[in-house]
């Protein structure tokens, strides 16, 4: 006789419910539809935004002789407003930047008497020494921000690729049921294809919280214009002012009577000593010379997730009050965490350097998704061999073209970067009617290190012998470990056939 055998327990019910094919289907169809119409805005805004991380360390890059303030008193802050505000004694508003750890500089942003908008350095003592160019970073800043378009247009297409974006995030992740458990699974050694779809999936996956961070705070940023005209329409009869009263704190009666200068350095004064442990970024004075006159001076709480809190200031040196982003409800919060988390201002430079890597995977997940569609094209009979090489021609450009702008920008601050971005950008993407794929890839890959060398050679050639912000050595050395990274990557690419 046989020993009787264990009753098997009856098997438990999954942990994720069985998605159906057809869902599944219909997930990576519109998984695909969404990368597809909207990939190469999706990879200019990522890559963009990967280098918008470090907009501060590459202002202090372009111009490194400006001085570096790790503090500064009232009294300076005063004297540089005064100082440029006699430039031009009716200018309608001033902007005074006052050092912080990620950019210590003391500067004034005002209009000229022709109306001509410039921005100065000034020294420990509040003294004028220079005028802010730094062309390049502001090119960098505004290709991520509103794609060189136009008003409104820019800001608006850039939110609606945020959107394009997370909804491809969400459609992706319900595409593949196994996305989680299968997240260190490669298939290396066979198919291509195979390969960068795992390494697609890995990635995505890898890196999600940040993914759906930076799309679901891009979208709303973006699209702040688009809800401000619609909050308007329904609740303010379409005055959009009455809008953005909602987050500009206590309102100061418009008075164009003259009246005697603000005192900038009382006001700022009044508002330190009562909040000691606080550090202020940015004065923004409006209407001065004027009864109306008044500041929004902005305090940032050290440890906080916020742009800050805004206190308003009248011409007497007066606190009326403040705008709620630290102290209101938390939606006020919320609104106020939206750009230090979108673009990683906080935290320092781990987080950025963080940011600035998990920018770059996202960039690549999105190249790697055309070029999947792509090879299945392929697989399945129905190639498409230009596109193949236009996408692999337009990925690579962005690096070369941002390394050439570098340079033809400290070489000759006259000429606009985003003309030599956009020669660059043509002139690269037209090797595809020349190469494979994988020597359009190699050549660029090749022409982008030396042109990230040649930026960090030429602005060191030029600041050579001066005092220099610290930072922008930083910055040259990280323009070298790129183009390294690079080489290596080529390094590690098996020899192209002959073009």
């Not at 000759?412 to 020349?434: E, F, H, M, N, Y």
Request: positive net charge; proline residues 7%.
């Amino acid at each position: 006789m046989h020993a009787p055998q264990p009753k098997q327990k009856p098997a438990g019910k999954p942990i994720w419910p069985k998605v159906p094919a057809g869902f599944v289907r219909a997930m990576l169809a519109g998984h695909s539809a969404l990368g597809l119409a909207f990939a190469a805005l999706i990879y200019l805004v990522c890559f963009s935004g990967a280098v918008a991380v470090f907009t501060n360390e590459f202002n202090r890059w372009e111009q490194p002789t400006a001085p570096v303030l790790h503090g500064v008193t009232p009294a300076a802050v005063g004297a540089a407003f005064d100082e440029v505000l006699a430039k031009n004694p009716k200018a309608h508003d001033l902007f005074i930047r006052m050092p912080e750890p990620a950019l210590p500089r003391l500067s004034v942003h005002g209009d000229d008497a022709k109306g001509g908008e410039h921005t100065w350095f000034a020294d420990a003592s509040g003294r004028i020494v220079a005028e802010q160019r730094t062309p390049w970073s502001e090119f960098q800043a505004k290709m991520h921000t509103v794609l060189h378009l136009p008003g409104s247009w820019g800001f608006f297409l850039v939110g609606l690729t945020g959107v394009a974006l997370l909804s491809s995030l969400v459609s992706g992740v319900l595409s593949h049921p196994r996305v989680f458990k299968d997240a260190f699974a490669f298939r290396w050694g066979g198919s291509k294809r195979l390969q960068e779809a795992d390494l697609h999936n890995r990635i995505s996956v890898w890196g999600l919280p940040f993914h759906v961070v930076v799309s679901l705070t891009g979208a709303f940023l973006g699209l702040s214009v688009l809800i401000v005209g619609v909050l308007a329409m329904v609740v303010f009869d379409g005055n959009r002012d009455k809008v953005f009263a909602l987050f500009s704190g206590p309102a100061v009666a418009d008075d164009p009577r003259p009246a005697p200068v603000v005192d900038v350095a009382k006001g700022l004064s009044v508002l330190q000593a009562r909040h000691p442990q606080a550090g202020f970024n940015y004065i923004f004075v409006e209407h001065p010379g004027e009864t109306g006159q008044h500041m929004s001076i902005n305090r940032v709480t050290p440890g906080r997730l916020s742009r800050g809190e805004m206190f308003i200031v009248d011409g007497n040196a007066k606190v009326l009050g403040e705008a709620g982003f630290e102290s209101g409800n938390v939606g006020m919060a919320i609104y106020a965490s939206l750009t230090p988390l979108h673009f990683g201002w906080f935290g320092g430079w781990p987080v950025k350097v963080a940011y600035f890597l998990l920018g770059l995977g996202l960039t690549a997940v999105t190249a790697s998704g055309v070029a999947i569609w792509l090879a299945r094209r392929r697989d399945k009979g129905r190639p498409a061999p230009r596109w193949e090489r236009v996408w692999v021609a337009f990925c690579w450009s962005q690096p070369l073209a941002y390394g050439v702008s570098a340079i033809v920008a400290l070489l000759a601050q006259g000429v606009p970067p985003v003309a030599v971005w956009g020669a660059a950008t043509l002139l690269a993407s037209a090797s595809a009617v020349l190469w494979t794929p994988r020597v359009i890839s190699i050549r660029l890959r090749l022409a982008s290190a030396v042109s990230l060398v040649l930026a960090a050679l030429v602005h060191i050639a030029l600041n050579t012998g001066h005092v220099v912000d610290p930072v922008a050595w930083i910055m040259d050395a990280s323009l070298v470990l790129g183009a390294v990274a690079l080489a290596v990557s080529v390094k590690l690419t098996k020899a192209p056939a002959a073009a």
